[in-house]
């Protein structure tokens, strides 16, 4: 695992989707990697679609990388896919060195890469998506969030993570005219000090029945590290997801759409839409310093 993935609590970050515009990029995507070593004060995650990592070190391709496919589900909701080539998560207190970082990367990519995606990120309150909600609650905790997060031992990409991204685009103004109780109801948990609802108090479709799942007895579980954004023309989360399997995220996708077992959707997807989706793979610490 790379050691970004882990540091919890700094306030700006900021998301970075590359797309090769090149037929042999490999020796923008190695620099890429060195260059991200080498910046100091900055946390950095860097990932790799399948095509990209394919083109790196192709004996070492996790089995079930894939890119991310446009899905659809009912009342005609969809996840769009915006699949791009490598995508970086850097984050740090300090909004001159994110700065900084991010126009190295413009600069290096210029004339190879093309930037579909550059998202800043804040941390809102103490840690709350920006409907006012604790976000991160029912994460893993601790020597947890490996078994989550990491590529078990023994399969390719090993102490790797499969990750996920997706830009979600509120409307807080539909959302925040929901009653407390309602959005209580909707997202699963209590709003001001994050309490999961109990038996028959927890909807079907809330945020949370739609995405605490078990399938053939085993949990679920992920690792979330996503942020808010927001500015003069849109807000929402940056949803960043490391996972041991993307199956996890996959069934998690498709039961918020609906998809499983005829239900309904998640009532989340009323107040906010998913306007990118895309999947990556970190490498380990140690694999990424190979390539160097
Ligand atoms: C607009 C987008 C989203 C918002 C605002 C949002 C917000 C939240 C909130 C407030 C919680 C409850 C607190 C917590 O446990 O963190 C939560 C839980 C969770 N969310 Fe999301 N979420 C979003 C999208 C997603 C997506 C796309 C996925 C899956 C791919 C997902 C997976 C989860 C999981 C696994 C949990 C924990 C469930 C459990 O208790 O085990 N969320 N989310």
Request: proline share 4%; aromatic share 10%; glycine share 6%.
């Amino acid at each position: 695992m790379q050691k970004g993935t882990l540091k919890e609590g700094n306030k700006h970050c900021v998301f970075i989707e590359l797309k090769s515009i090149t037929s042999n990029p490999i020796a923008t995507f190695t620099q890429l990697v060195k260059n991200t070593q080498e910046i100091h004060n900055v946390e950095i995650v860097i990932a790799f679609s399948k095509a990209a990592w394919n083109t790196i070190n192709p004996d070492w391709t996790p089995e079930k990388l894939k890119d991310f496919e446009t899905l659809t589900g009912k009342k005609g909701y969809s996840m769009p896919s915006t699949q791009a080539d490598i995508m970086l998560w850097a984050h740090t207190n300090s909004k001159s060195d994110l700065f900084d970082f991010t126009e190295s990367i413009k600069s290096l990519s210029e004339g190879t890469m093309e930037v579909l995606m550059n998202q800043e990120g804040f941390i809102y309150k103490d840690s709350r998506d920006l409907t006012g909600f604790v976000d991160g609650t029912g994460n893993p905790k601790e020597e947890k969030i490996i078994d989550a997060a990491c590529i078990p031992q023994g399969e390719k990409g090993s102490g790797g993570s499969y990750v996920f991204t997706q830009k979600w685009n509120h409307n807080l103004k539909k959302f925040n005219q929901e009653s407390i109780h309602t959005q209580e109801k909707i997202i699963g948990r209590t709003k001001v000090d994050s309490i999961e609802l109990e038996g028959d108090a927890m909807p079907k479709d809330s945020h949370v029945s739609k995405t605490d799942l078990k399938i053939s007895g085993e949990a679920m579980k992920i690792y979330r590290r996503s942020y808010p954004f927001a500015n003069q023309h849109e807000n929402g989360l940056y949803f960043l997801a490391f996972a041991c399997d993307p199956i996890r995220i996959d069934v998690q996708l498709e039961s918020m759409l609906g998809n499983l077992e005829n239900e309904t959707p998640d009532r989340l997807m009323e107040f906010s839409t998913p306007v990118s989706g895309a999947y990556y793979f970190a490498p380990s610490f140690e694999d990424l310093n190979k390539l160097l």
